[in-house]
Structure formats: structure tokens, C-alpha cells
């Protein structure tokens, strides 16, 4: 359509806006009236003309122009516009030349900021990613501190675990002590008991025996006095036999019960000999399971120092990921300041050029 509009078609309603109203016309007003042609066109035609007929009023206005022959003014008329033609043609030609480089450099900052899209997408892609490795990261950290917060209760737990049973057997080392010093006083007792008791069994023993060897000497001093009357002595010998047997029967079941008591003291402390061995064989199990708590400790705490390490190593990366995060994002809006900042193409002449030329 812009094609399609020639300068003769837009020099006549110029010519006849300019008889009719007296007004200068603009690109509006001959556009109103050809209903077609682009602003670009439709301008250069207006100027076209404005200068034809600047020079046109100029020669007209000449004193010397008015004394040529009339073949001679149609000549220099048609010279004179011949050359507003050219001079046209060649500003028509600059104009295009001015569009096409005007094109050219728009092509090459859509290109720009295409590519300036382009890499900002990229960029923001790179910072989704990021983002979501950060999250990622913030998410594993979570659950590191989570997990560690449960080593942290669990080896909690294992020390009052470990203050209880190092209570329990210090209760038992105490218990074991004090069982220990009962069973010394008790042995140490009933050893007492069985000495006194066969030192007062042997001094009965031995004041019986010593009864008995002074009134045997003292039937042998009677004995010849015994003689005379042997009858009666016989009977009384044999009556006081009789009782220093029985004597002699009753000093032996003595003797006897305190062998039996001295066995009955030899099995008692055999018994407590044999718990005594068996509280030892349960504080041997305890300080067993004190040196297992201790290493299970020991593993425990190395457990949390190299998930603490872990932690610190994630937080390191998490603390790069947010750096990188950050650059891209510098990145992304130094891109688009670029952008923003670079020139944009020159308008087309357009309604404000003739609105413009009019003033």
C-alpha cells in the first residue's frame, strides 16, 4: 500500500488543502484524505513538496525572474523542479539508506537482547538449579542436625546410663566391702568362739584329767588300806569307775560337739568363702561392662565427630552454592541494566516532523 502512493497524488491535496482552507498541510490532514500510504512515505512526499513550492515562491518572488522570457521561466521551472526531483530522490535515498542501517542495528540489539534473553534464562535456570541444590542441601543439613540432635539424646541417654551403672557398681564395691569386712569379723569371730571354745574344752579336759590322776594317786595311797577291807573298797572302786567313765563319756561328747561346731564354723566360711568368690566374679562382669560402655562411648563420640565434620563440610558448600546463587543473579541483573542501557533505533518521521515543520 505505501508503494502504491505517488508524489503527484500527495502534491495535489496538498494543492488543494492549501487553496481551499489556506492551511499548511500536515500528515494527518493528507493522510485523512488518501485514506493509505505509511508515515515514512507520505512525510518525504510533504517535503517534497513544501520545498517545490518554497522555491517555486522564491522564484516568483524574484524582481529578475519576472523579466525573463516566458519560455525561459518554464525552462528555469522545469529545471528547478527537476532538480527538487533529485534532491528529493537523494534524500529519499539517504532516508533509506538511514532505514536500512536503522534496521540493520535494530536487528543486531534484538539479536543482542535475544541473546541477553537467552542468557538470562540460562542464567535463571542456573539459579533454579541452584536453588534447588540449596534447598537440597538446607533439606540434608536438616536432617544431619536432626540425626546428630538424636546422637547428641542418644549418647545422653549412654552417659546416665554409664553415672547408673557407675553408681550401681560403686554401690556394689561398696556392698562387696562391706560383705567383705562382715565376713572377715564373722570369720574372725567364729575363730575366736573356736579357740576359746577348744581352749576351754582342752583346760576341761586337762582339770579332769589332772581330777582324775589325783585320785588315782590317791587310791594308790589307799590302796593298802583298801586291801583290809577289800570288799567294800571293790565295790567303791568300781562305783567311782563307773563315774569316772561316765565322766570320761561326757568329756568325749564334748569333745565331740565342738569338732561338730568346728566343722559346722569350717563350712560356713567355706560358703562365704564361695559368695565372696561369686561377688568377685560379678564385679569382674561389672567392670566388663564399664569398659564396654567406656568404648561404646568412645564410639560414639567419634560418630559425632565425623558427622560434626560432615556438617561443617556441608555447610561450607552451602555457604559456595549461595555465593554462586548470588553471582548469577548479579550476573542476571548486570545483563539486564545492558540491556536497558543500550540505544534504541531512531523513529521514522512521523506526525510530529510535519507538526514540527509547521511551527
Known sequence: MASAVTYEMVEQICNDLTAAAGDSPTYLKVHEKLGKGSTRVVSAHIRQWRESRAGSTALARDPLFGEWPEALQLKARSLFDALLVVSSEAASASAETLRAEFLLKEEALKRQADDAANDRAAALDTLRSERATTARLSAELESQQEAAAAQRTMIADLLGQRELHIAQCAGLEQRLESLRDEHARHVSDLGFQAAAERDRLLTEIRAEQDRSAGEREHLMRQTDQ??????????????????????????????????????????????????????TAQLTELQAELARLRAQQLASATTIGNQETQMARLELQLQFEAQRARTAEAHTQALMLMRAASPLPEPAPGPQEGDATLG
Not at 561326757?250 to 561338730?260: C, D, H, I, L, N
Request: glycine fraction near 4%; proline fraction near 0%; charge should be neutral.
Open 226 to 279: 583298801l586291801r583290809q577291807d577289800h570288799a567294800a573298797a571293790v565295790n567303791e572302786l568300781r562305783q567311782r569307775v563307773g563315774v569316772l567313765d561316765a565322766n570320761l563319756s561326757s568329756q568325749r561328747s564334748k569333745t565331740a560337739e565342738a569338732e561338730g561346731r568346728a566343722s559346722e564354723l569350717a563350712a560356713l566360711k567355706r560358703q562365704l568363702e564361695t559368695e565372696a568368690a561369686t561377688m
